[in-house]
């Protein structure tokens, strides 16, 4: 439940922050996917291990632990779906400690923590 509500704080705290934004201004950007490519594996492969098809939220804050939120559905024997959600955090930078992923093997020793969670109906 505690997720749940961290997740609902996040998304109204963007909301209000793209409310409160000048018109006319994306506050996205563009990622470019082919920088960095060993760092995208070993990013992808530690923090994204659930399926998204609702969505999900990858975050790299600078000098913090990278963490994402993943929303998905999945088939239930009543034939109407289930929903989940993901949370999943590093103990520790990945950047940092890869060296931007020039060192796999420190990613490898690295845990993370995983709170999964259904949504209610």
Not at 9 to 31: C, E, K, Y
Not at 47 to 58: A, E, K, Y
């Amino acid at each position: 439940m505690r997720l749940i509500t961290a997740l609902a704080i996040s998304l109204g705290v963007t909301a209000l922050s793209n409310a409160t934004a000048l018109p006319g201004r994306d506050r996205l950007f563009q990622v470019d996917l082919t920088e960095f490519p060993r760092w995208r594996l070993i990013w992808l492969n530690k923090l994204g291990p659930t399926p998204f098809d609702c969505g999900r939220m990858m975050v790299e804050p600078a000098f913090a632990v990278e963490y994402s939120v993943s929303v998905y559905s999945r088939p239930s024997a009543s034939r109407q779906r289930r929903y989940f959600v993901t949370y999943v955090t590093a103990e520790r930078n990945l950047w940092q400690a890869t060296d931007a992923g020039r060192h796999a093997k420190e990613a490898e020793a690295a845990k993370i923590r995983r709170v999964d969670c259904e949504i209610p109906f």
